[in-house]
């Protein structure tokens, strides 16, 4: 984990704090197939449904500065491998917030017994995650052309990255 960032199952009482977190991020429409006006209720459901188990960042202070969520990518046949999402509040990015949450659900799905990890949707102009993604050990298996519509750059590849637990 980077130094002073842990990362901890959420509680009842993060809901503001990982909102705060969500907020700017979808609002900007640059990462997420999600609405940009998404309400908070809306929001927050999406990101705690099942079957994800959501963690929070957190640094010395105990200030959350980023969360995740994990579980299984697919249902059925398909439940051995995981999938994750992850959010970093802005002022927090370039910290090692998203790669302590990447360690710590790469780490928990493998003792939860998923066999791989999968990102079915990393938007190709988000160059940091792919990069941070990479240094993590996932590859690119492949890309979905013009898959994105991206706010400022207009229809973007969207990248398949994989990797074995």
Excluded: K
């Excluded at 959010?87 to 799905?109: F, I, N």
Aim: hydrophobic share 45%; with cysteine; aromatic share 10%.
């Amino acid at each position: 984990m980077a130094s002073g960032i842990t990362v901890r199952p959420a509680a009842a009482d993060d809901a503001d704090a990982i909102w705060s977190v969500l907020q700017p991020v979808f609002r900007a429409g640059q990462t997420y197939c999600v609405p940009r006006d998404i309400t908070r209720e809306a929001a927050l459901a999406d990101w705690h449904a099942p079957p994800f188990s959501v963690f929070v960042a957190e640094d010395a202070q105990s200030r959350i500065l980023g969360t995740s969520h994990v579980g299984a990518n697919r249902p059925g046949g398909g439940d051995h491998v995981a999938n994750a999402s992850f959010a970093t509040a802005p002022e927090a990015r370039g910290q090692g917030v998203a790669s302590a949450l990447c360690a710590h659900a790469l780490d928990w799905a493998a003792g939860q017994g998923f066999r791989a990890m999968q990102f079915n949707f990393v938007v190709a102009t988000n160059t940091g995650a792919i990069r941070l993604w990479t240094a993590h050990g996932f590859q690119t298996l492949c890309r979905l052309p013009g898959a994105f519509r991206h706010p400022a750059e207009g229809f973007v590849d969207a990248l398949v990255m994989f990797r074995p637990l």
